[in-house]
């Protein structure tokens, strides 16, 4: 846990940093008009080999996204709608092709604008995986999650902070539902005697930081942080830490670099890390 502390404090010092260079007024906003933007891409490496004398093995790795954000005005309220989706699969050599990414947040926030330094809000988020994930270390593989199995679903009320260009952050109070259907070891109180639930429900405090920093000319950094911690167990905090470093190479043609951190005892009691470096084929669709 000490490690993911560390890099916490390390990545919100660079945020911190980054924004008050990019420091700016906001605009005012349009209102009564709705702004959607969707952004699909598909990531790949690959490796082809034939006759090649110094060993290895054919590869391929692709990985399938979608970002789309949505954002309605009124005079003294605004709405907030932001999807993302990854789904990837692997093959090396003769394998099968296995999951390399399985992923589906969507978020939703609606704010008041109160005319104070921070706003009141209310949010929901929804969390889970797109297909079946399996755990490749055990042979054969075993199915250790799917849709909505579990599925996480979280209502949050509190304030939201967005006075600084690219940058926005909200703290408040949560309620947290875990679903499940086979995989109950995700929603099962342990301390119970009972047969495992499949239903869990927590309540604590939830924090959300998103930033969105130019680099340079073609290059974006973007991230978000998402801290949850329980009142009966407020010592312990579930960590979820997107990064997405992007270059951009030409109007379709990107480099991308994701580095993604994730520690919720539920899922499992070491620190989840998860790195991607890949050329990326990027389309707005609006």
Same mark, same amino acid.
Do not use: C
């Given at each position: 846990?000490?490690?993911?502390?560390?890099?916490?404090?390390?990545?919100?010092?660079?945020?911190?940093?980054?924004?008050?260079?990019?420091?700016?007024?906001?605009?005012?906003?349009?209102?009564?008009?709705?702004?959607?933007?969707?952004?699909?891409?598909?990531?790949?490496?690959?490796?082809?080999?034939?006759?090649?004398?110094?060993?290895?093995?054919?590869?391929?790795?692709?990985?399938?996204?979608?970002?789309?954000?949505?954002?309605?005005?009124?005079?003294?309220?605004?709405?907030?709608?932001? %999807?993302?989706?990854?789904?990837? &699969?692997?093959?090396?050599?003769?394998? $099968?092709?296995? @999951? +390399?990414?399985?992923?589906? #947040?969507?978020?939703?926030?609606?704010?008041?604008?109160?005319?104070?330094?921070?706003?009141?809000?209310?949010?929901?988020?929804?969390?889970?995986?797109?297909?079946?994930?399996?755990?490749?270390?055990?042979?054969?593989?075993?199915?250790?999650?799917?849709?909505?199995?579990?599925?996480?679903?979280?209502?949050?009320?509190?304030?939201?902070?967005?006075? %600084?260009?690219?940058?926005?952050? &909200?703290?408040?109070?949560?309620?947290? $539902?875990?679903? @499940? +259907?086979?995989?109950?070891? #995700?929603?099962?109180?342990?301390?119970?005697?009972?047969?495992?639930?499949?239903?869990?429900?927590?309540?604590?405090?939830?924090?959300?930081?998103?930033?969105?920093?130019?680099?340079?000319?073609?290059?974006?950094?973007?991230?978000?942080?998402?801290?949850?911690?329980?009142?009966?167990?407020?010592?312990?905090?579930?960590?979820?830490?997107?990064?997405?470093?992007?270059?951009?190479?030409?109007?379709?043609?990107?480099?991308?670099?994701?580095?993604?951190?994730?520690?919720?005892?539920?899922?499992?009691?070491?620190?989840?890390?998860?790195?991607?470096?890949?050329?990326?084929?990027?389309?707005?669709?609006?």
């Amino acid at each position: 846990m000490e490690e993911v502390k560390t890099m916490l404090r390390k990545t919100l010092l660079f945020l911190m940093i980054a924004v008050s260079v990019t420091l700016a007024q906001t605009a005012e906003p349009e209102l009564h008009i709705w702004k959607h933007s969707m952004v699909t891409g598909l990531n790949i490496s690959q490796i082809s080999l034939n006759n090649w004398a110094k060993g290895g093995q054919n590869s391929l790795n692709w990985t399938l996204t979608l970002d789309y954000s949505g954002k309605y005005n009124w005079e003294k309220w605004k709405f907030k709608n932001d %999807l993302k989706a990854a789904y990837g &699969r692997s093959k090396l050599g003769e394998d $099968e092709y296995r @999951t +390399n990414d399985n992923e589906l #947040y969507n978020e939703s926030v609606l704010s008041m604008l109160a005319g104070w330094n921070v706003d009141p809000y209310i949010s929901n988020t929804i969390r889970t995986q797109i297909s079946t994930g399996f755990d490749y270390k055990a042979s054969p593989a075993v199915e250790i999650a799917d849709f909505f199995d579990p599925g996480y679903v979280t209502q949050s009320i509190g304030f939201t902070y967005d006075q %600084l260009h690219g940058f926005t952050t &909200r703290l408040g109070v949560a309620f947290q $539902e875990t679903f @499940t +259907n086979v995989h109950r070891n #995700y929603s099962d109180d342990p301390e119970t005697l009972t047969e495992a639930e499949a239903f869990k429900f927590e309540t604590g405090l939830e924090s959300v930081t998103d930033g969105e920093v130019t680099l340079d000319e073609n290059i974006i950094y973007k991230s978000k942080l998402r801290l949850f911690t329980r009142f009966e167990n407020i010592d312990v905090w579930d960590v979820y830490f997107d990064n997405l470093f992007s270059a951009k190479v030409n109007s379709w043609l990107n480099v991308n670099l994701t580095i993604q951190l994730i520690y919720e005892k539920s899922q499992s009691p070491k620190t989840q890390l998860k790195q991607a470096l890949q050329l990326g084929l990027r389309y707005t669709l609006i």
